[in-house]
């Protein structure tokens, strides 16, 4: 498994993360069935982990840092995010330090950790000045709660004052921004944030690599049993089926394409993003999931896969 470093900071991550959304403590709720899921992971070299406060209501969080105790904290990247609703009030969202403050404390504790290595601004907040975002996650690196922070699906404008003002008073920067990316789904390319990233030596890692198990070819011929579309009442989350409808010439034409070559659907979808240093964040509902997109991340492919993919212009965004 390789190592990248994230933009311009010194902060080393595997080039695959694996994530924790809607499967370990929200459909996998049995700690063995979840530890044999994580520890699958760290078999196979993965050190990098991503969750939320907000993943299975706060369920993620404890499960992965009950899980994780068992590894030596030096030895693998934890991601967590705050910003989404976690209640009603207004304490309970957004990027005010009254909730950040208290969202990372709250975190930290379902961890079961010391500290948090990156911290993700999860969402922007036009309700909050940039100046007290900046200067909040700033505090909370000088408090050795968090190690690096990080943006997660903010626009580019936002990205720009952000990185502004920063320079302009002298605070750390966000050192990552985590955007939806697949070859079926490529906003990020179209509305500034990659440009904004390259140009900027700001890490970017993909979420929902697989398009939600769309560019593995689970679904080809129908919704197969245990997939995330036939569980979506059980695990309250019925988007999936929704990302078929929106981006059905992409997923159509990268299944034809991958055909044509004989190319794994899996391996294609992984290394799309990889190629383009946009490392994926990738879910997983089992342990032979995880062993399955690893070795797809490695695998050799035909280079004219790749012209072939990419002469593809007229995707939805
Ligand atoms: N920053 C953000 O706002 C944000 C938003 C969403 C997600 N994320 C992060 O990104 C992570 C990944 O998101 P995601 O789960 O939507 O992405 P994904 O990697 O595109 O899809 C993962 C799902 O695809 C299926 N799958 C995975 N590998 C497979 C394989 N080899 N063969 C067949 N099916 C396979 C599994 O679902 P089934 O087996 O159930 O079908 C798995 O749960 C999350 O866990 C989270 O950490 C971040």
């Not at 900071?9 to 924790?20: A, E, F, H, R, V």
Request: proline share 3%.
């Amino acid at each position: 498994m390789q190592y990248i470093r994230l933009g311009s900071s010194g902060l080393k991550i595997t080039q695959l993360t694996l994530g924790t959304a809607l499967t370990i403590g929200t459909e996998i709720i049995n700690v063995s069935s979840a530890g044999k899921i994580i520890n699958t992971a760290w078999e196979m070299g993965i050190r990098s982990f991503d969750t939320s406060n907000n993943y299975g209501m706060g369920g993620a969080e404890k499960m992965l840092g009950r899980i994780m105790k068992q590894f030596n904290r030096q030895e693998f990247v934890l991601s967590t995010k705050g910003s989404w609703p976690v209640g009603d009030s207004p304490y309970e969202r957004g990027l005010s330090r009254k909730h950040i403050v208290r969202a990372v404390d709250d975190s930290l504790k379902r961890l079961d950790t010391d500290y948090i290595d990156l911290y993700y601004a999860h969402r922007y907040d036009s309700e909050t000045s940039i100046e007290e975002i900046c200067r909040t996650f700033n505090m909370l690196i000088q408090s050795g709660k968090i190690l690096y922070w990080a943006t997660s699906e903010w626009p580019a404008e936002a990205l720009s004052q952000c990185h502004d003002i920063c320079s302009k008073l002298l605070l750390e920067k966000p050192i990552a921004e985590q955007f939806i990316y697949s070859y079926a789904v490529i906003k990020a390319e179209r509305n500034g944030v990659i440009d904004f990233c390259r140009s900027h030596d700001v890490g970017t890692l993909g979420f929902s690599p697989l398009c939600q198990g769309f560019l593995t070819g689970k679904y080809k011929s129908g919704i197969p049993e245990g997939s995330r579309i036939s569980k979506s009442r059980a695990i309250n989350y019925d988007k999936t089926a929704n990302f078929y409808a929106q981006n059905k010439s992409r997923i159509d034409y990268f299944i034809d394409t991958c055909d044509k070559y004989n190319a794994d659907y899996t391996a294609a979808a992984l290394q799309y993003c990889i190629n383009k240093n946009i490392y994926p964040v990738f879910g997983a509902s089992s342990p032979e999931q995880v062993i399955m997109n690893v070795k797809a991340s490695e695998e050799t492919l035909p280079g004219k896969l790749w012209k072939d993919l990419d002469s593809y212009e007229t995707g939805s965004i």
